[in-house]
């Protein structure tokens, strides 16, 4: 589909399937030799965004490791620092992890910049970013964003996962606002 309506906006396709998965799957392959020798890494896919794009990733991936999939939520804090965030979903102890985490889109960094800290303070071994999408232009941290499938200018886009107020996820391409 050329144009898709969402709610009260409508979207023209910008991003085709085929040149998605291309990316994907050389994000996978970067992956793949970087992590060959590391015990068992955990994928940990930040929903909901990351879903399609974590099963792309993972389906190319080749050394044994797990997936999990997790929100995050953030709680009321009273540090001065404002809003603290915790990881909803995992069970499991993250001590002594290599972790990969899987997010659809990095765009001013804060939700990465908040993962992070919550990893780093669950004592992994070891922490690096996979985005599917990153906005350079948008970005305003120092945190290093290890794996980037595309990178895309500063527009609002829906689709491979992201929503316009929860609808559009299900499209197999990326649309961007058409105005
Ligand atoms: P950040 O914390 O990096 O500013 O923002 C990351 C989150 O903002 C993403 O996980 C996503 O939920 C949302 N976001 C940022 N840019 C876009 C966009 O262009 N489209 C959609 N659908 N969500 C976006
Ligand atoms: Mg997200």
Redesign the pocket.
């Known amino acids: 589909m050329e144009k898709i309506t969402l709610h009260d906006k409508s979207f023209r396709i910008c991003i085709p399937n085929e040149q998605i998965e291309e990316s994907i799957r050389k994000v996978a392959e970067q992956i793949n030799t970087d992590y060959k020798d590391v015990e068992c890494p955990l994928f940990l896919a930040?929903l909901n965004?990351?879903f399609m794009f974590a099963a792309s990733l993972l389906k190319h991936i080749n050394f044994e490791c797990e997936i999990s999939f997790v929100r995050l939520s953030s709680y009321c804090g009273t540090s001065s620092t404002g809003e603290v965030k915790q990881i909803l979903g995992f069970n499991k102890s993250l001590e002594g992890r290599s972790v990969i985490v899987v997010?659809?889109?990095?765009?001013?960094?804060?939700?990465?910049?908040?993962m992070n800290k919550t990893l780093l303070s669950a004592n992994v071994k070891d922490a690096k970013i996979c985005t599917l999408?990153f906005?350079p232009d948008?970005?305003?941290?120092n945190l290093r964003i290890d794996y980037v499938a595309m990178s895309?200018p500063n527009?609002?886009?829906?689709g491979f996962g992201?929503?316009?107020d929860e609808l559009?996820r299900q499209y197999k391409d990326i649309y961007v606002l058409d105005e």
């Open positions: 930040v965004g990351s997010e659809d889109i990095v765009d001013s960094g804060e939700t990465m910049v908040e999408l906005k948008a970005y305003k941290k895309i527009d609002f886009i829906v992201l929503d316009y559009g």
